[in-house]
């Protein structure tokens, strides 16, 4: 395994995911329609203290390499969000490394083994992904954004 690890993300982390080269379709899928685009300061840190979340980056040595949120609901399962790899670190497992470590995070921090997810089902690359981490479509639901139908689905494990 690449040698990797979890910090907490904090505010000054911002600057690095507002210097990633956003395309709206790329926004959409990490923060649903949760988010403003492109990214507004003060909806991030707004999300940041609501209870029940934490946001973590993944580093290896000095690099912020991705990022990712925990969000416990109700003591029983832990949703994972916004899990995104920096494109020029993609294709190279960092992606199952940032859940796999969520994950890890989620036992020790709150001792729960259920997850859930939501994607976008356009998404088949992070499909596939979840799927072979254990993940499985548990529900689907057509949302309206923009004058625009998606079938996001909840997958669970």
């Known amino acids: 395994m690449i040698n990797c690890i979890l910090k907490p993300f904090s505010a000054a982390h911002l600057s690095?995911?507002?210097?990633?080269?956003?395309t709206y379709k790329e926004w959409l899928f990490w923060?649903?329609?949760r988010f403003s685009?492109?990214?507004q300061e003060k909806q991030f840190l707004d999300h940041l203290q609501e209870d029940g979340r934490s946001w973590w980056i993944l580093k290896n040595e000095e690099n912020i390499i991705g990022v990712g949120e925990l969000q416990n609901l109700n003591n029983e399962i832990i949703k994972l969000s916004r899990?995104?790899?920096?494109?020029?670190?993609?294709?190279?497992?960092?992606s199952k490394i940032l859940i796999q470590l969520l994950m890890q995070k989620a036992h020790e921090k709150y001792g729960i083994h259920a997850f859930c997810l939501n994607v976008f089902e356009e998404n088949k690359i992070a499909i596939h992904l979840y799927a072979t981490l254990g993940f499985r479509e548990e529900e689907r639901k057509l949302i309206a954004?923009?004058?625009r139908q998606w079938v996001l689905l909840k997958m669970r494990k």
């Open 37 to 39: 685009f492109p990214m």
């Open 83 to 94: 899990i995104y790899i920096f494109k020029k670190y993609r294709k190279q497992s960092y």
């Open 145 to 147: 954004i923009e004058d």
């Open 31 to 33: 923060t649903g329609h």
């Open 16 to 22: 690095v995911l507002a210097k990633e080269s956003w």
